[in-house]
C-alpha cells in the first residue's frame, strides 16, 4: 500500500525565477518527518494556502545529474483524500 503523509503548507518559495509551494512533513512516524518538499501537483487542482493541514504521497524525478529528486504529489485536504471533490457548505469548491 502507498503510504500518505501528513503535513502542513510552509508557503510559497522561488525555484528557479518560478513560484513553488514547499510542504513539511509533520509525522513522528514517517522517515521524512521534518523535510520540506516542493508541490508537484495537488489534487483536483485546488489552491494551497499558507499554514493548511494537508496529506500527499512522496514521490521522486531523475534531476539533471541523474539525482533523484522528491516532491510532494497528490496534495489533499487532509482527511479528503478519498473524496472525489472538496467540499464546504455544501457546495463544490
Request: glycine share 14%; proline share 1%.
Given at each position: ?37 516542493t508541490v508537484a501537483s495537488t489534487q ?7 499554514g493548511l493541514n494537508v496529506n500527499f504521497l512522496i514521490g521522486s524525478l531523475d ?31
Amino acid at each position: 500500500m502507498v503510504k500518505r503523509h501528513v503535513g502542513f503548507v510552509l508557503g510559497r518559495n522561488t525555484l528557479r525565477e518560478r513560484p513553488v509551494w514547499k510542504v513539511r512533513v509533520k509525522d513522528h512516524q514517517s522517515e521524512y518527518d521534518g523535510q520540506k518538499f516542493t508541490v508537484a501537483s495537488t489534487q483536483g487542482g485546488f489552491e494551497l494556502a499558507q499554514g493548511l493541514n494537508v496529506n500527499f504521497l512522496i514521490g521522486s524525478l531523475d534531476g539533471e545529474r541523474g539525482q533523484k529528486i522528491l516532491r510532494a504529489v497528490d496534495v489533499c485536504l487532509e482527511g479528503t483524500e478519498t473524496q472525489t471533490g472538496i467540499t464546504r457548505s455544501g457546495g463544490r469548491l
